[in-house]
């Protein structure tokens, strides 16, 4: 069965053959394609932000991972996956497994608490407010950031449009099994990729950050999977109960807390693994 037409399959002028490499040339014809197709682009975007935006509680399981690089500019992934469930506008319990840290993080509209589930430590802030304040408190008194944050807040199209300068649509993709919308936007310091399932629940399957401005142009890859919302999404419980003997830690050492960052110990910065 053929793929679908790539965006440059369709809006190229031709491409041209080296001796040793393949150049695509993306060539647009003129100003009304390309106006059409970040139209196209922006109404896809939009239709995803208002289907979220109308998720009272939905959950997923996730896949991420951020490139490092070392001194000598060699590339390396730090991977892991974890899972998510939230009721709007102030509920929500996340994990994240990865071979360096394994932690749980919960909100019950309150108080936020991270748990390092093999250390036995756990880090609170009181975080009165909407999820949407909560990433805000969690990434400047934690210095962290939530699974997919910007992909939780209330007005996602707002928010990830913020300082966008180039829009594109590049057609289909298929990520994990499921078809998918492809747009690809350009701001002033980054490149960001998004594919939305295509259908009737126009969700996020995949978000692919692109840092231009840093040496490597690092990414950051975030791939959702078993999204499920309203009744399907299983009933969670929103409140924390220490486990036995976990010590609770100051959040301001929480950097120094193995089992808590988001680096392996064996990694440092502007060094090498």
């Known amino acids: 069965m053929l793929a679908p037409p790539t965006f440059a ?3 190229s002028a031709g491409f041209s053959a080296g001796l040793a490499t393949l150049a ?6 003129g100003p009304s394609p390309a106006a059409a197709d970040e139209a196209d682009a922006r109404a896809l975007l939009q239709a995803m932000a208002d289907y979220l935006a109308a998720q009272e509680r939905f959950s997923f399981s996730y896949d991420n991972s951020f490139e490092v690089v070392t001194a000598e500019q060699q590339k390396l992934q730090v991977a892991a996956s974890g899972t998510l469930v939230m009721e709007r506008p102030d509920k929500l319990r996340a994990t994240r497994h990865g071979g360096f840290a394994n932690v749980e993080m919960v ?4 108080t936020f608490t991270l748990l390092g589930k093999e250390a036995n430590l756990y880090v609170q802030t009181e975080a009165p407010g909407t999820v949407d304040q909560l990433i805000d408190t969690v990434r400047e008194r934690l210095h962290k950031a939530l699974p997919g944050a910007d992909l939780l807040m209330a007005d996602v199209y707002q928010i990830l449009m913020e300082g966008v300068v180039d829009v594109k ?3 289909s993709g298929v990520v994990n099994g499921v078809e998918c919308d492809h747009l690809a936007f350009r701001a002033a ?3 960001w990729q998004i594919w939305i399932r295509q259908g009737a629940e126009p969700y996020p399957c995949r978000y692919v950050i692109t840092s231009r401005t840093v040496d490597q142009a690092p990414q950051y890859t975030l791939e959702l999977r078993d999204w499920k919302a309203g009744a399907a999404v299983a009933a969670a419980d929103f409140g924390f109960a220490a486990p036995a003997g976990a010590t609770r830690v100051d959040p ?3 950097q120094a807390m193995q089992g808590l960052g988001d680096m392996p110990s064996n990694f440092t910065l502007g060094g090498q693994q």
Do not use: T, W
């Open 252 to 254: 301001q050492d929480l």
């Open 24 to 29: 695509l040339v993306l060539s647009l014809s």
């Open 189 to 191: 310091e980054v490149d």
């Open 107 to 110: 909100f019950d509209g309150k």
């Open 169 to 171: 649509d590049l057609g």
């Open 9 to 11: 399959q369709r809006r």
